[in-house]
């Protein structure tokens, strides 16, 4: 897929099928509730923010380094305007 071709609008509707497809189910705990979650639309790989935007900010650096054309998505998890 050569996502870095897509529309912003593409982008999150390939992201929320991944999320609504799979990921949601796995991530959507009473721990990780207002947490921020972002995706590789590409790979379907996420990272969560454990502590602060550090973990998020290495995830971004290595997923970008592996990939140069990634195209990443976030949201909050649990978060109502999501849905």
Do not use: C, P
Request: glycine letters at 4%.
């Amino acid at each position: 897929m050569q996502a870095f071709l897509l529309s912003s609008e593409e982008v999150a509707k390939r992201a929320k099928e991944l999320y609504d497809n799979g990921i949601r189910q796995q991530v959507e705990t009473e721990e990780n509730i207002g947490k921020m979650i972002i995706i590789d639309i590409e790979t379907g790989e996420y990272a969560i923010d454990k502590t602060d935007l550090l973990d998020l900010l290495v995830f971004v650096l290595v997923t970008k380094s592996l990939h140069l054309s990634v195209v990443i998505w976030s949201v909050i998890i649990g978060d109502k305007w999501y849905y």
